[in-house]
């Protein structure tokens, strides 16, 4: 039986690489692998939240109807490791590798694991605590 992986990706000059940040990612690679490793099928779908705050909470419903079976991202939060997780998709964090690096070492089973991201926000969104003096 084959599987299907989907991998976020990001475009540096004309190298597609692994997406730092799953929900900033410019697009997905959907890639279907058969019995003999061979990718048999390949498809690419632009992320529709790129740029939206929270939207990487949304993206593991969008992904589960491209019926994959992994996603390979740089860096996820809890949130988003726990809905793919729901639709029993594994996540696996691989940030900086080369899109084709990143498939073919799924293909030899020696991508796997995740860490999630210390940050459960994306960047720019900062917040800032502001402490009261008051006078004595």
């Given amino acids: 039986m084959s599987i299907r992986i989907a991998i976020a990706i990001e475009v540096v000059g004309s190298e597609e690489k692994v997406a730092e940040h799953f ?3 410019a697009k997905f ?3 279907e692998i058969n019995e003999d490793n061979k990718i048999v099928k390949y498809e690419s779908y632009f992320n529709p ?9 949304q993206l593991p419903g ?5 019926n994959i079976k992994a996603i390979i991202a740089g860096g996820m939060g809890q949130r988003a490791v726990t809905n793919f997780q729901k ?10 590798l080369k899109f084709d690096d990143a498939v073919n070492l ?17 960047p720019g969104h900062h ?10």
């Fill in 23 to 25: 929900g900033q990612c």
């Fill in 87 to 96: 639709f029993g998709i594994e996540v696996i964090t691989a940030p900086g």
């Fill in 62 to 66: 969008y992904l589960n109807q491209f």
């Fill in 29 to 31: 690679n959907v890639c």
């Fill in 106 to 122: 799924f293909i030899q089973g020696k991508l796997s694991g995740f860490e999630v991201c210390k940050h459960e926000h994306e």
């Fill in 49 to 57: 939240l790129t740029g939206d705050h929270g939207g990487a909470c």
């Fill in 127 to 136: 917040h800032e605590h502001h402490h009261e003096h008051e006078d004595n």
